[in-house]
């Protein structure tokens, strides 16, 4: 089993896309759970119509210890099981007694066996929520757009790994195998993203994996509401890249065999 996050001190910038996409593409060949770790709900909001629905069945009710994991736990689609977030998730700093550090950790442990990926959308600001998620992950991936503005807040993630998220990470038993950085909104023609992807591969070399162009098709949600619907648009493609050099080609060799077998 390995964790995914991805993270970024900047909002906007792809994260609960990117992690929607990623997620949908291993659970062709792998079980994934997805977690909603964003208080503003983006992804809850993809999956989930109703406040009722939800019902208070939250990560933020099992990070207080007042629900069971797996009363959060639904089925989306084949392979893919979603816990959805809160939006009173940004009071769990004041709230979180005991285990800080790990809490997310132990809350999902129970169930790690289950998946072989677990993924996560954070919020943006890096408040505790996302500090969790860092301490926890094998992966992490910092989605970026390609302006100076954006590019300079990745030190702040880089930072906070460096300084604490390995740490809280090796006391748990957890190994970062990899940080990656994928530029985001990318348009190919303009000057802003052909200096802006220079300076990025000049900065972080080979971390810098793939690239997702800024498309209307993303945007206008509505037409991909369906999850199978993401299969058919060109991001999709684009985003097949990002998980193959994620894990190294792993994948690839997984739709190589689940090819032959059918
Ligand atoms: N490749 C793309 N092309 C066009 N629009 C995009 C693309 N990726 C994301 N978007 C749009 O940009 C907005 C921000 O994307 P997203 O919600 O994935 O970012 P985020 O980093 O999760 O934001 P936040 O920090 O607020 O959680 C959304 O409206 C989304 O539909
Ligand atoms: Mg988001």
């Known amino acids: 089993m390995k964790i995914i996050s991805f993270v970024s001190a900047k909002g906007g910038v792809g994260k609960s896309t990117s992690a929607l996409y990623c997620a949908y593409i291993l659970s062709k060949f792998y079980k994934v759970l997805l977690v909603d770790l964003d208080n503003q709900n983006s992804l809850t909001r993809y999956f989930i119509n109703t406040h009722k629905e939800i019902n208070n069945k939250t990560i933020l009710q099992v990070l207080l210890e007042k629900i069971s994991l797996k009363e959060t736990i639904k089925q989306v689609s084949h392979n893919l099981d979603f816990i959805p977030s809160d939006e009173f998730l940004e009071s769990l700093d004041a709230e979180l007694k005991h285990q800080r550090e790990y809490k997310l950790f132990y809350t999902l442990k129970p169930v790690m066996a289950d998946y072989d990926y677990i993924i996560i959308d954070s919020p943006p600001n890096l408040p505790v929520h996302a500090k969790l998620a860092i301490s926890m992950s094998n992966y992490i991936v910092i989605p970026t757009p390609l302006s100076d503005w954006e590019i300079d807040t990745i030190p702040i993630v880089i930072n906070y790994i460096k300084a604490y998220g390995i740490q809280n990470q090796t006391t748990i038993g957890i190994s970062l195998d990899k940080l990656s950085i994928v530029p985001t909104l990318v348009e190919n023609r303009h000057s802003i993203s052909i200096t802006g992807l220079e300076r990025l591969k000049a900065e972080y070399g080979k971390d810098v994996i793939g690239s997702i162009s800024k498309r209307e098709e993303i945007k206008q ?13 060109l991001a999709y493609e684009e985003y097949l890249k990002v998980v193959e050099l994620l ?4 994948l690839s060799q997984k739709r190589k065999t689940v090819g032959a077998k059918s």
């Open 221 to 233: 949600q509505k037409t991909y509401r369906n999850i199978e619907n993401l299969e058919k648009t």
């Open 247 to 250: 894990l190294d080609k792993k």
